[in-house]
Nanobody, 115 residues
Framework: QVQFVESGGGLVQPGGSLRLSCAAS????????MGWSRQAPGKQRESVAS???????NYADSVKGRFTISTENAKNTVFLQMNSLKPEDTAVYYC?????????WGQGTQVTVSS
């Protein structure tokens, strides 16, 4: 009952920046949390950043100070500004939303950090 339009991924050089966006639609009113997780080859999916509807943000230690999460609540849209990107940030990034007691995932967008 939830659909996502996720975009902003691509190829960037180390030290560069990308901005991911995810617009959720459907049964997304009064969401509890929106955020991003990533999965790199050979690794488990990990939470990168999340934000609750009251604006409280949480970040993985590996991205703290480099990534910033924000939302546009009226449109159920979440953004991830990624600065000072490192090769180890390379992964598929998945948008997520918790609403109505359920967790929903987006399709994912590839982020590749390489020279």
């Amino acid at each position: 009952q939830v659909q996502f339009v996720e975009s902003g991924g691509g190829l960037v050089q180390p030290g560069g920046s990308l901005r991911l966006s995810c617009a959720a639609s459907g049964s997304t009113s009064n969401f509890y949390l929106m955020g991003w997780s990533r999965q790199a080859p050979g690794k488990q999916r990990e939470s990168v950043a999340s934000i609750t509807s009251d604006g409280s943000g949480n970040y993985a230690d590996s991205v703290k100070g480099r990534f910033t999460i924000s939302t546009e609540n009226a449109k159920n849209t979440v953004f991830l500004q990624m600065n000072s990107l490192k090769p180890e940030d390379t992964a598929v990034y998945y948008c997520k939303i918790i609403v109505g007691g359920r967790l929903y995932w987006g399709q994912g967008t590839q982020v590749t950090v390489s020279s």
